[in-house]
């Protein structure tokens, strides 16, 4: 089976160092599709609208180095990016009006080759809204009304589970417990569309399947269920892909949507470190 398991292992291991709607001050819609968050942005010198995925497992956010040039968009600097099973170059550029909704964006943005990962999505990719769109920020996902608010407050909530986050230069990690074993840091990825990917070396082959994961390269990628505790909740029968070497260095996996999906809205609170899961019918 093919699946797409993150917009980010198409480049994030960017090596460049670069309910609560009555407190939101903008926001704009998403669609929810193929396990990804799909938003349409806007830039003023393109009249149709771009199709951007919201990921916030990329530490930038990034255009497509194709849309970029047939759009002739000014190509910065140069610099290389690693990411997972590829190397690819890449160039910054400046993108001062780039909207979603009426929502800005970043004003830097990292042009780059997303041709292969487009060609694993049912349509085009134009770019990635990364970490750096969170940072400094408390950025509500509603997947029940499929919109992203800016919060002015995180006051009121409601009833939900608060987990600590944080915010590094390279992206956002959270922790989780498998199998019952030690809490683990991993990334916050809403650009994996799989609910978990997890660096372990402990468990026997035998009890794997394999699935076929779609990044800058295919890679196939050992799978099994596992238990997955995030705070007090606890989700059972959890698919996961399994890795025995960390994907980014310092995290022990991804978190992806086919978990965070789970709940009503996942609030991702950068400004005070904390990441609120609202309401869940699945978890214990």
């Known amino acids: 089976m093919r699946y797409r398991f993150c917009a980010l292992l198409a480049l994030l291991a960017v090596l460049v160092r670069g309910q609560a709607a009555s407190s939101a001050a903008l926001e704009f819609p998403f669609e929810?599709?193929?396990?990804?968050?799909?938003?349409?942005?806007?830039?003023?010198?393109?009249?149709?609208?771009?199709?951007?995925?919201?990921?916030?497992?990329?530490?930038?956010?990034?255009?497509?180095?194709?849309?970029?040039?047939?759009?002739q968009l000014k190509l910065g600097r140069k610099v290389a990016v690693q990411?997972?099973?590829?190397?690819?170059?890449?160039?910054?550029?400046?993108?001062?009006?780039?909207?979603?909704?009426?929502?800005?964006?970043?004003?830097?943005?990292l042009a780059l080759d997303l041709s292969r990962f487009s060609q694993a999505c049912e349509r085009p990719v134009d770019g990635l809204i990364g970490a750096d769109f969170f940072h400094h920020r408390a950025v509500q996902i509603d997947f029940v009304a499929?919109?992203?608010?800016?919060?002015?407050?995180?006051?009121?909530?409601?009833?939900?589970?608060?987990?600590?986050?944080?915010?590094?230069?390279?992206?956002?990690?959270?922790p989780v417990r498998v199998n019952g074993q030690a809490r683990q840091w991993v990334r916050l990825d809403t650009g994996c569309a799989s609910a978990l990917q997890w660096v372990t070396a402990s468990v026997r082959p035998e009890l794997c399947t394999r699935r076929?994961?779609?990044?800058?390269?295919?890679?196939?990628?050992?799978?099994?269920?596992?238990?997955?505790?995030?705070?007090?909740?606890?989700?059972?029968?959890?698919?996961?892909?399994?890795?025995?070497?960390?994907?980014?260095?310092?995290?022990?996996?991804?978190?992806?949507?086919?978990?965070?999906?789970?709940?009503?809205?996942?609030?991702?609170?950068?400004?005070?470190g904390r990441l609120h899961l609202g309401a869940s019918a699945e978890a214990k």
Do not use: Y
Not at 48 to 65: E, K, M, N, Y
Not at 96 to 102: F, I, L, N, V, W
């Open 32 to 71: 929810f599709r193929e396990g990804l968050l799909w938003a349409e942005v806007r830039l003023p010198q393109v009249e149709q609208p771009l199709r951007f995925l919201v990921d916030t497992g990329a530490g930038a956010s990034v255009i497509h180095l194709d849309t970029a040039k047939r759009f």
């Open 146 to 174: 499929g919109r992203i608010r800016l919060l002015s407050t995180t006051q009121g909530l409601g009833a939900g589970q608060t987990l600590p986050l944080e915010v590094r230069s390279c992206g956002l990690r959270v």
């Open 212 to 272: 076929v994961a779609i990044g800058l390269a295919e890679v196939s990628i050992p799978q099994m269920v596992t238990t997955v505790a995030l705070g007090e909740l606890e989700f059972q029968q959890v698919p996961t892909g399994l890795h025995r070497e960390a994907i980014f260095p310092g995290e022990a996996g991804l978190l992806g949507n086919g978990l965070l999906a789970r709940f009503s809205t996942v609030t991702i609170d950068a400004r005070n």
């Open 83 to 109: 990411g997972v099973g590829a190397e690819l170059t890449g160039f910054w550029l400046e993108c001062p009006s780039a909207r979603a909704g009426e929502v800005p964006l970043p004003t830097r943005f």
